[in-house]
Nanobody, 119 residues
């Protein structure tokens, strides 16, 4: 079992920045990747970014490349999503997730945090 606790988010003006964090606890040694999805009401959950524990490589959705950065702390227990140049289209509930080794879909989810980009 892995527990995830998210923090950050809130109301941000267009062009502004925000940082989300996600702290993992429990069976963290079997974590293969951590990352973020986001969801808007009525739409499918969208993968935003992920970082792999082996080597630290990252993937990003095309819509956030160059604006968002997914990184983790040295211990590897906490991941962050630094979001810059935010647009109204980034408004969503952001969910942290964990993918365990030998699994093909997310195993655990954070509670979700709302990010609203509006003037």
């Amino acid at each position: 079992q892995v527990q995830l606790v998210e923090s950050g988010g809130g109301l941000v003006q267009p062009g502004g920045s925000a940082r989300l964090s996600c702290a993992a606890s429990g069976n963290i040694f079997r974590i293969y990747a951590m990352g973020w999805y986001r969801q808007v009401p009525g739409k499918k959950r969208e993968l935003v970014a992920r970082i792999f524990n082996d080597g630290g490589s990252t993937n990003y959705a095309n819509s956030v490349k160059g604006r968002f950065t997914n990184f983790r702390d040295q211990a590897g227990n906490t991941v962050y999503l630094q979001m810059n140049s935010l647009k109204p289209g980034d408004t969503a509930v952001y969910y942290c997730y964990v993918l365990m080794y030998r699994c093909s879909s997310p195993n655990y989810w954070g509670q979700g945090t709302q990010v609203t980009v509006s003037s």
